[in-house]
């Protein structure tokens, strides 16, 4: 399987984000912003965690017309594959490839911690290794990421199964950290292509480092 | 010619700066603000001479980068 991986100035997850996927047995390449086109014969584009251009406007507002951007919305839109973490979800809600907006955390925090998080749906690819109510223990390191979406549009996101997983507290209770609408961590589209989170599974890797639960959830997509 | 663009939250989108400035503003003793909204303003300076075309050119801008119409609202001023 071969994943590209893209990079703005300012990314900073793009090697963590290499060696999960690596470990999990891809071939995974680093796609510059400027280039135009994505590499052949891609599986999966990530958009990873960082502060591209600074975050300046609002986190994600620039990288999102970068060139490669132009190529990574003709790739989702004939159904490839495509994954935004932190940033990358920032990235994905701004060029408009998934619904809501991100804005500054409730408490203006920079929450970096690990954090338990709830699967809510596992039909699609992203969790489809994971069980619904299943907790996970996964880092999250960000200021942006309360979750916006208006209540028609959470009422769609209910009803097509694309809220993926929520913040919860150790007994699986939900718990909004960041003000985010429903507890919101993660959605995907309508037609579950594109996939937009604000933890980061590619930190979770080694239990060595504190948990390995990312695996499972990136292995979603190598099989 | 010069455009001024305020983009603020829209109403009914929680703002946690205005509320953490609002909150501050109490503990001061400042008592009877009812609620405070921070917004950006964004200053262009136009090669333009026509105001009612360099608005429009403006309108684009804002929809298409300076504001996110998912959670901000905003307006264009031109200074002549």
Partial sequence: MRVAILRFPGTNCEFDTKYAFDKLGCDSIIVWHGEEKLPQDIDLVVVPGGFSYGDYLRSGSIARFANIMKDVTRYANSGGKVLGICNGFQILTEAGLLPGALKRNINLHFKSKYQYLRVENNNNTFLNKCSIGEILHIPIAHADGNYYIDDKGLEKLEANGQILLRYVDKEGKVDSINGSVEAIAGICNKTKNIFGLMPHPERAIESLLGSDDGVKMLQGFTS | ?80
């Fill in chain 2, 1 to 80: 010619m010069k455009a001024i663009v305020n983009v603020y939250l829209k109403q009914g989108v929680l703002d946690p700066q205005g509320k953490a400035t609002l909150h501050a503003l109490e503990s001061l003793g400042f008592t009877g603000v009812k609620d405070v909204r921070i917004g950006k303003q964004i200053v262009l300076e136009l090669d333009a001479s026509n105001a009612t075309e360099a608005k429009a050119e403006v309108e684009k801008m804002s929809q298409t980068l300076l504001a996110n119409t998912v959670i901000e609202d905003y307006n264009i001023e031109i200074v002549q």
